[in-house]
């Protein structure tokens, strides 16, 4: 095995280390929590990854999204991520996808994800990410982030948790509370560090995981919530 990935062992074993080796992840938006979850999964050991983001940086981005520095506002996302893959780990089988995932392009994009991560800023593209998702047959890891506030849930094709999360035809058309809130620069980290323990979780089909469940988390009063959705699959 490469040394690299010794300080996995023994949390992981060998064997495990080499399974994620063979898999697949889509990330899904390289802002706060994309640029994270793929730092994330290329140190761990997935061995490809699909970044997608049809955005380029501005100044704004620079409070909280590791992607980003003062001499990459006006790049690519997508093309940022694959010069920061290129340095971290070589070996990795990056596709950057410079586009903006939706329901016409998504099934064709991201066909050949194990898993794909919801690292998007709307509602309307978080529920047509749980569609591709289903279309392709793998599971979702939906996160979200806003201010002291994150939530994090897994979903597997068929369950549609994210129509129980956001229930509210009202709220379905916007940036949801991230817009009033804003994003601070430890909430993304937090947040995406869960969602890359979920997927490896899935891939690996080991420990609990947030399937028809989402976790709420509180960072300014410490509270984290667990509500139960739906209702599991067999």
């Known amino acids: 095995m490469q040394a690299r990935y010794a300080r996995n062992l023994e949390t992981l074993s060998e064997e495990e280390v080499a399974f994620l080796g063979g898999k697949t992840v889509a990330v899904v938006g390289l802002g706060g929590l994309g640029g994270y979850l793929v730092e994330y999964l290329a140190r761990l050991g997935v061995g490809g990854i699909m970044a997608a983001d049809?955005?380029?940086?501005?100044?704004?981005?620079l409070n909280r999204q590791l992607l980003s520095d003062a001499i990459s506002?006006?790049?690519g996302k997508a093309e940022a991520a694959r010069r920061r893959m290129a340095l971290v780990n070589p070996q990795l089988r990056f596709v950057s996808i410079p586009s903006r995932i939706d329901s016409e392009n998504g099934v064709e994009l991201l066909?050949?994800?194990?898993?794909?991560?919801?690292a998007v800023d709307t509602i309307p593209a978080r529920l047509a990410l749980q569609?591709?998702?289903?279309?392709?047959?793998?599971?979702?890891?939906?996160?979200?982030?806003?201010?002291?506030?994150?939530?994090?849930?897994?979903?597997?094709?068929?369950?549609?948790?994210?129509d129980e999360i956001y229930r509210n035809p009202a709220a379905r058309g916007g940036r949801g509370i991230e817009e009033r809130l804003g994003n601070l620069s430890f909430g993304p980290?937090?947040?995406?560090?869960?969602q890359a323990a979920e997927a490896v979780k899935v891939l690996l089909?080991?420990?609990?995981?947030?399937?028809?469940?989402?976790?709420?988390?509180?960072?300014?009063d410490y509270e984290f919530d667990l509500i139960e959705l739906g209702k599991q699959g067999a």
């Open 54 to 61: 049809g955005d380029r940086f501005d100044e704004s981005n």
């Open 73 to 75: 506002v006006g790049e």
């Open 111 to 118: 066909r050949g994800a194990d898993i794909i991560m919801d």
């Open 131 to 162: 569609e591709i998702a289903e279309d392709l047959g793998v599971p979702l890891v939906h996160g979200a982030v806003a201010g002291w506030y994150g939530q994090v849930a897994t979903i597997f094709p068929g369950d549609r948790t994210l």
């Open 189 to 194: 980290a937090i947040v995406a560090g869960l």
């Open 205 to 220: 089909d080991r420990g609990a995981t947030l399937r028809n469940g989402l976790l709420v988390i509180d960072l300014l």
